[in-house]
């Protein structure tokens, strides 16, 4: 096994855990080359300069990653690199979008990286894909199997919810209005996992033997937490009673069913649809590891790690310390 600094390519620098992620290797020792495209970030609105000063420390190369030539040309340039790290994922979760993004684009770019030398694969997956009822979680599983049957060695982390997917309600809380959760709140559990914890997580495996050739599930410190915890949790730092309006399950199956039906005919429908379907995946799924032989999500076999929690994140939120983040879709 290589040790010490590798040469490292990463896809999806400029999204969450990709910028988390490049700073953990960086800080690690390692050369970074990241491949990126001239409009990112959520809506295209980081310029090329941006993304520059974002990641900073690492070497910036501008493409296209669904374009084999681009990739191979304006990515890895002929040069050889020993390790392919991959945080990119569709923005959406459309159908298509991912079937492009999650699975196509990393072939291609699996191609490339072996074409360029690396023999180590790191891919950021999802630990939904464990129950995979969705076209995206279909579209990482098959690019997971092409990287476990690649020969090369990997490591695909799929890790439990991360904090700005469970802080989509603290400014609505915040403003005095109710914590909004499916059915009693007690529906689903996660571990929630910090963007730097994660990406730790994510750099150590170019180095930890155990992690590799290994589908990783990881979570973050602590006990599982509910939907009906982390409102109870929000409105005791605002230091107010709690209040919640439940919404029932039943409801989102009618939207599902509605745009399902009309998605036969308007494509637009279609689309919103799946995102309705993605919204009651998570509204009923935890993000815990699933035992397909009882079919229940167990808490105490979810790995842990780091040191970060939810809950110290939604304090800095409420103080004003951290602003929110949103991507395009907050469901994931
Ligand atoms: N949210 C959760 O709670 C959660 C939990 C477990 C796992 N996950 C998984 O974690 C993964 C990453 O999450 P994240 O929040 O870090 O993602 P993110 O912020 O949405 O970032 C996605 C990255 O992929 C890139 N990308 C997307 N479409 C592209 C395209 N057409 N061309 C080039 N680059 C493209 C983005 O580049 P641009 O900046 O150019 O758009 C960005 O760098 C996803 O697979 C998700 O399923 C999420």
Known sequence: MTTGPRRVFVLGATGTIGR????ALLQRGHEVVCFVRRRAGVG????PQ???RLLAGAVLRFGEVCDPASLAHEGFRGERFDTLVSCLA???????????IDHRAHVHALEAARHAGVSQVVLLSAICVQKPLL???QAKLAFEKVLIESGLSYSIVRPT????SLSGQVERVRCGRPFLMFGDGTLTACKPISDADLADYIAGCLDDASRQNRVLPIGGPGDAITPRQQGEQLFALLGRPPRFRQVPVALLDAIVGVLGAAGHVLPAAAAKAELARI???YATESMLVHDPATGRYDAAVTPSTGTDTLFEHYARLVNGAEAPERGDHAVF
């Open 20 to 23: 988390a992620t490049v700073r």
């Open 44 to 47: 295209g609105q980081l310029a």
């Open 50 to 52: 941006d993304s520059v």
């Open 90 to 100: 569709s923005r959406t979760g459309a159908p298509e979008d991912a079937w492009a």
């Open 135 to 137: 076209a995206f979680q």
């Open 161 to 164: 919810a991360f904090f700005k």
């Open 279 to 281: 919204g009651r995946y």
